[in-house]
């Protein structure tokens, strides 16, 4: 059966241009083709790789689309906890529970006991006094970093760090410096450039989400302390997979409680959707009363406040995901560095695939793909022009033999497109 837009957009009387003139010669309408005609010619020539639906997703190692079983290269599960049954039936009997949705936003009627459960299972997993979740982990960065700070005070940003703190920086209106990536030399620079009266936050990924590799923490508390700057981490991509028992960047150096603002997502290790910040019951107090994305947006539903609380006991109780995800990672980087590749610093889960041009990413990924191992590129402007790759991600659901398949037949294409 025909979808109901289909029949009204097929329809005769449907007047093409009449809500927005995309042909117009203005800006807008320059930038919209500028975009379709990219978009367009990577598709003419089977080079489009974006918005392809899954048909199934078989854990974090395996899916299906277009009706092949694919090895799974490109999911952020990375303790392979989607779909894990415990989760599963904590989503469905909160949905038993408490339906589908909430009733509004958290400050009114929209928490239920199940949130607070969720923040404190976060604040005791963080060793943290106390935490607040929000609807996305995007929506956490923008609406923390714009609730703290403002006009005249300075935010100091890692060069690539992700869109999401990025964008919450732009958007405080304080002074928005980035300093070059992982450099501790340059952030000193700029930490001694920031006036003395002036309220300063320092804000970095954990693992940094196109490179795979981590911030030097001790240096970049040792500083924060040196110049009495707030510290922000940003744990997507460490939450389950830094540490031993995957609590993130503090565990991984050895270092308690150094972190400010200890931000994560609950939409990659975490198989649910949100983000959390713990801290300070101060911190989080000022949050819950001034961040306007919890003040005004619809809380957490309640199968996926459910899930994300079950996942954190699970990431408890079996340990051995953290170890299977660090040995497969170590087989992965290893594997693809003797095969001649550059896998740049990476040491953790996400694995850039360094492919030079934009146009031998696309082609490494349709080799890849066509022999059905699921990877995905990056390109500029996501990346600096000439570091076009493959951004593969491992995780503790995949079987050493799967890898080592995945790896023949990176190496494969990689020799046929002149990388190695
Ligand atoms: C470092 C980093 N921070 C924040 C986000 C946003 O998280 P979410 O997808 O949960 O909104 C992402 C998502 O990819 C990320 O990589």
Aim: charged fraction near 20%; proline fraction near 4%.
């Amino acid at each position: 059966m025909a979808h109901a837009c289909g029949q009204l957009f097929a329809s005769p009387s449907a007047q093409p241009g009449v809500y927005m003139d995309f042909n117009k010669n203005d800006a807008v309408a320059r930038r919209i083709q500028a975009f379709s005609e990219r978009v367009a010619m990577a598709q003419e020539n089977g080079l489009y790789f974006y918005n392809q639906p899954a048909q199934e997703i078989l854990g974090g190692a395996k899916a299906v689309y277009h009706g092949r079983v694919m090895g799974m290269y490109a999911s952020y599960s990375y303790l392979g906890l989607v779909g894990h049954p415990r989760i599963n039936e904590a989503a469905k009997r909160a949905v038993d529970k408490w339906g589908t949705g909430t009733n509004g936003v958290r400050s009114l009627a929209g928490t239920l006991t199940l949130h607070d459960e969720l923040e404190e299972t976060i604040a005791c997993f963080k060793h943290a006094e106390t935490a607040i979740t929000f609807t996305s982990g995007y929506v956490t960065n923008l609406t923390v970093i714009s609730t703290l700070m403002g006009r005249g005070d300075y935010v100091l940003s890692d060069k690539i760090n992700h869109a999401s703190i990025v964008d919450g920086c732009l958007m405080s209106g304080a002074e928005f410096r980035r300093f070059k990536h992982n450099d501790m030399d340059d952030l000193e620079r700029r930490l001694q450039h920031v006036p003395p009266d002036a309220s300063c936050l320092v804000v970095a990924d954990a693992v940094f989400s196109m490179d795979g590799d981590v911030i030097d923490l001790p240096r970049t508390v040792e500083l924060c302390s040196k110049y009495g700057a707030y510290l922000m981490v940003d744990e997507a991509h460490s939450l389950g997979v830094l540490g031993k028992t995957g609590r993130g960047i503090e565990e991984h150096f050895g270092l308690a409680d150094v972190v400010d603002i200890k931000m994560g997502t609950l939409s990659k290790t975490i198989p649910s959707v949100g983000g959390y910040v713990a801290g300070k019951k101060e911190l989080v107090n000022y949050l819950r009363h001034a961040s306007r994305a919890y003040i005004f947006s619809a809380a957490l539903p309640p199968a996926q406040a459910a899930a994300a609380n079950e996942a954190f006991k699970v990431i408890e109780e079996e340990p051995w995901r953290i170890e299977r995800l660090n040995q497969n990672t170590e087989l992965f980087i290893g594997g693809l560095k003797s095969a001649g590749f550059d896998t740049m610093l990476t040491t953790t889960a996400i694995v850039p695939v360094l492919c030079g041009s934009d146009e031998a990413a696309f082609m490494m990924t349709r080799e890849a793909q066509q022999h059905d191992v699921f990877v995905l590129p990056v390109v500029s402007p996501a990346v600096p022009e000439g570091q076009a790759r493959l951004r593969a991600t491992i995780t503790a659901a995949h079987d050493p033999a799967e890898i080592e398949r995945a790896m023949d037949v990176i190496a494969t294409a990689g020799r046929q497109i002149g990388i190695i």
